[in-house]
């Protein structure tokens, strides 16, 4: 189970189109930058490397995905089609170029996670989107923090009930 998260140059808005979407840097450079937080992200050891940063270790488990200007698969035209991906598809999900223009961070555990993203988004002018809600995280709200922390812990939780 995980908790989901986009980072964009939004502001308050998330019905901005991704051609319209400011771009955060080419993705060597939103590698670098998001890697001085989360150092611990491996760009290298996974699959679909290097548009996704892993980290997976006991203590904590969350991914960064790069969403580029021109993505190589056109995931709105596999849903209209109401079909599955084919092979090739689903190898290049994550590829595509240009700018980045959006990550998607898939959280599942880890402390400090929210506070650590504050640092990275407030540094870098980006938003944090909260997918489950479709609303900006308020990084002024320290309960908020809690919250966003403990939904996986609460979600593990119930699994295992």
Request: glycine content about 6%; some cysteine.
């Amino acid at each position: 189970m995980s908790i989901d998260y986009a980072m964009a140059k939004t502001g308050q808005r998330m019905d901005v189109p991704v051609n319209d979407m400011i771009p955060l840097g080419d993705p060597d450079e939103v590698r670098a930058v998001v890697s001085r937080t989360f150092p611990e992200l491996d760009w290298s050891g996974h699959k679909r490397a290097p548009s996704v940063g892993v980290v997976f270790g006991v203590d904590q488990v969350f991914d960064f995905c790069l969403h580029y200007e021109r993505m190589y698969v056109d995931w709105e035209a596999i849903a209209r089609e109401g079909r599955l991906p084919t092979d090739d598809e689903a190898a290049r999900a994550h590829s595509g170029d240009g700018a980045v223009v959006m990550v998607f961070v898939h959280f599942s555990r880890g402390s400090n996670f929210i506070k650590r993203m504050r640092t990275l988004c407030q540094e870098n002018g980006w938003t944090l989107w909260d997918m489950q809600t479709g609303k900006v995280v308020d990084f002024n709200d320290e309960d908020q923090h809690t919250v966003h922390e403990s939904k996986v812990e609460d979600m593990v939780r119930r699994l295992h009930e």
